[in-house]
């Protein structure tokens, strides 16, 4: 009988939560010891305004949520850090530079002009495979560039990079996240130096590239004090979109996979890259993942309609029951459909008012009531999964019998039923806590708690949760 338990951080674009995941002969139980909210701050900085992270703050909840794990569990194996993808910490001597930006900075607007004055979006997808977002990190290192910020840092560390170099001191660059950046050679998995060169930044600034299971080292003696013990931190599939793909409860290779939170990424796994130009022109990404699969997907602005949407009425004096909401929506007899990509759903701001403007321009019906919005909401997301998982098997000559929905929204019935209806397949919703079980599943492989291959880990998720089964109507 093999037994032993890890502990996951996981810091999603909007909350954050560690999590200590419990290997039991072959299966895996997770507990969340803390939650804490993730949200932006917008503070102004000389000329203009700054949409910044609370860094110091996720760094000071993920330790608060360690000692609790350890008062748990006294025998924890390892720590993992998983995290969202594209933004960076610029550090110089070991500080960091000030506060990270959030990739909802508008400073990209102008980072993406002057990207594409020196490389085109043509050879920045034949070189890395990822798909054109304005949020990018290669296009806010030209904004920092322009601002003359990069030139002020001597490295730049992804968000989980750093709370791991905050807990070890040991400065990497893990490969699944680092792929999110665009400045990695899709071919041969490395910092693309010329890429580099070409756009103005010295690839100095980039660390060593680890993979997913390496063990970063113990922790700082500082960081020992405060959470009482000494355990090793090692690398997971640190992007969380990795982590959740690893954390698929899939029975075989026919599927499709939406982690669907604040983003939602819809997608495949692939063995090798789709670098074709209709990939390109569809805007479908390649991210590595873990065990050298390619995560062939595309980014769908997610749940973060609902959220950005919720947070507005909120601020009108309406208080909003998410659940309810969605029962009242799934109520309706139908709803407006707008492009759920639209650019101008990105920004924090008053959602419905942009919703409402993107159904007048598409010649729907504008919503009027919070569950009218909602429902227009969810029949946007599941006509745009149902497109992307349809050309993600075009393109990448995939058979997909089953979609997966993992992530919180994977608790939201009525996105599930629609996006079975819309796809004419089924869907498997579950498990809510997708990234932590990949974040565990990897550590554990490492910890020799359990042992194989992506499936026999994913198999060991499908032992130990209950799903939820919608069929197309
Ligand atoms: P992230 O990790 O990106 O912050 P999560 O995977 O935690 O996001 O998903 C958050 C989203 O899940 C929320 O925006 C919300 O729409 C959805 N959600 C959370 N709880 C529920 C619930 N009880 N019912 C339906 N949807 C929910």
């Known amino acids: ?89 610029l550090l110089r001597g070991g500080a960091l530079l ?35 977002m304005p949020i990018n990190t290669v296009y806010q290192f030209t904004a920092d560039r322009l601002a003359r910020r990069v030139h002020t ?25 680092a792929s999110t950046t665009g400045l990695l050679d899709i071919h041969t998995r490395d910092w693309s130096t010329e890429l580099a060169n070409r756009l103005g930044f010295t690839a100095s600034l980039f660390p060593s590239l680890v993979e997913p299971g390496t063990v970063l080292g113990p922790l700082l003696p500082i960081v020992q004090a405060e959470i009482g013990g000494q355990i090793p931190v090692v690398a997971v599939g640190s992007h969380d979109t990795a982590s959740a793909v690893v954390g698929v409860p899939a029975l075989d290779d026919e599927f499709a996979y939406i982690s669907c939170g604040t983003w939602a990424l819809a997608g495949v796994e692939v063995e090798t890259p789709v670098l074709s130009e209709a990939a390109r022109i569809a805007n479908f990404t390649n991210e590595s993942g ?10 769908i602005t997610g749940l973060w309609l609902q959220s950005e949407s919720i947070r507005t009425w909120e601020r009108e004096g309406r208080p909003i029951d998410l659940p309810a909401l969605i029962e009242a929506a799934a109520a309706l007899p139908g709803g407006s459909v ?105 550590q554990a492989r490492t910890a020799q708690l359990i042992s194989g291959s992506l499936e026999a880990m994913r198999a060991v998720i499908t032992r130990s949760v209950t799903l939820q089964h919608y069929k197309p109507r």
């Open 153 to 177: 840092g001597d490295t730049a560390l992804l968000m989980p990079d750093l709370i791991g170099y905050w807990l070890t001191g040991v400065p990497v660059a893990e490969r699944t996240n």
């Open 338 to 442: 707008f492009d759920a990509n639209d650019a101008r759903l990105l920004a924090p701001g008053d959602m419905p008012a942009r919703i409402a403007q993107c159904c007048i321009e598409v010649n729907q019906p504008v919503p009027q009531t919070p569950a009218e919005f909602t429902r227009a909401i969810n029949e946007s997301l599941a006509d745009a999964f149902a497109r992307a998982v349809r050309t993600a098997a075009e393109l990448s000559g995939t058979s997909v019998k089953v979609i997966h929905i993992v992530g919180g929204g994977s608790q939201n019935a009525l996105l599930c039923q629609l996006t079975a209806d819309r796809s004419g397949l089924p869907v498997i919703a579950g498990p809510v806590e997708a990234t932590a079980f990949g974040n565990v599943l990897v």
């Open 1 to 89: 009988m093999t037994r032993g338990a890890v502990a996951a951080i996981d810091l999603g674009a909007t909350s954050g939560r560690v999590v200590v995941g419990r290997i039991d002969d072959g299966t895996v139980r997770l507990d969340v010891v803390e939650r804490f909210l993730n949200n932006p701050v917008r503070c102004w900085e000389g000329s203009t305004d700054g949409l910044h992270w609370n860094v110091l703050e996720l760094f000071r909840s993920a330790l608060v949520g360690l000692r609790k794990a350890t008062i748990d569990e006294p025998d924890l194996r390892s720590i993992g850090i998983d995290a969202w993808g594209l933004d960076y910490g």
């Open 290 to 299: 873990v065990d050298r699969r390619i995560r062939f997907l595309q980014n």
């Open 98 to 132: 000030g506060n990270p930006y959030s990739h909802r900075d508008e400073r990209t607007i102008e980072g993406v002009r002057a990207t594409h004055e020196l490389v085109s979006q043509h050879e920045l997808y034949a070189a890395s495979g990822i798909q054109f």
